[in-house]
């Protein structure tokens, strides 16, 4: 089975710091794993993915996400915090090897907190 | 006109009331999703169509029914439902499911709230 773990439910950072969201996965085979990130009152929008090849991947709205292997993580980063990045984020794995199952399988959430 | 409508956005109903959710994707998408997000929980997928057949399905009770007429609509049909069914349902769709590498296109969100 695929399961995504986002360990804190609110990160408070302030303005014109660096950020960093939380994932760690599980999966049987090698992972997709993916950022969305949602807006109030609105839905989920595709920050970036890693599918293959560097691990440092890079998205929408300057963030980029690390994918590292040994320790089943992917961590979200920003190099610099704005408040309009005040949002909810969700990670969310896909297994390769996991025929049966073509969906994604996403984490609980971290609320983003960006202090002005 | 954005890419995923839903509506309603909001509905309360009753316990032993009818009602249904709709869904459209303006995208020509193939393969559509319904989620259900509870706070603090994960994302719940609920259904998933593919080319209008249903391949996947989460063990969701059967007071939840899904529809798909044809790739651009889905519905989820609702009777019966318990508090604890509110949340906020989305629905996504996206291009290809076997081969698709992850980037779903949600709709806003019908926040259901039974009383």
């Known amino acids: 089975a695929q399961s995504v773990a986002q360990p804190e439910d609110q990160v408070n950072v302030a303005e014109g710091n660096p950020l960093t969201v939380k994932c760690t996965y599980s999966v049987s085979g090698n992972p997709y794993l993916f950022w969305y990130v949602q807006y109030p009152n609105r839905g989920l929008q595709f920050l970036l993915k890693y599918i293959t090849g560097d691990n440092l991947v890079k998205g929408s709205y300057g963030f980029e996400a690390e994918f590292n292997k040994s320790q089943t993580s992917f961590h979200l980063k920003k190099p610099s915090a704005l408040v309009s990045d005040s949002a909810l984020y969700f990670c969310?794995?896909?297994?390769?090897?996991?025929?049966?199952?073509?969906?994604?399988?996403f984490g609980s959430g971290t609320r983003l907190q960006v202090q002005p | 006109e954005t890419g995923v409508t839903q509506t309603p956005r909001h509905l309360v109903m009753g316990m032993t009331n009818k009602k249904s959710l709709k869904c459209e994707q303006h995208l020509g998408h193939n393969a559509m999703y319904w989620y259900k997000q509870s706070a603090k929980k994960p994302l719940e997928l609920m259904f998933v169509y593919s080319l209008e057949e249903r391949v996947e399905n989460n063990s969701v009770p059967s007071r939840f029914s899904p529809e798909c007429p044809n790739s651009s609509h889905l519905f989820l049909h609702l009777h019966t439902l318990q508090p604890e069914d509110s949340a906020l349902y989305l629905c996504?769709?996206?291009?290809?499911?076997?081969?698709?590498?992850?980037?779903?296109?949600f709709g806003e969100g019908s926040r259901l709230t039974v009383l």
């Open positions: 996504a769709s996206s291009q290809g499911y076997q081969e698709n590498t992850g980037e779903l296109f």
């Open positions: 969310a794995v896909r297994d390769i090897a996991h025929t049966g199952r073509r969906a994604l399988t």
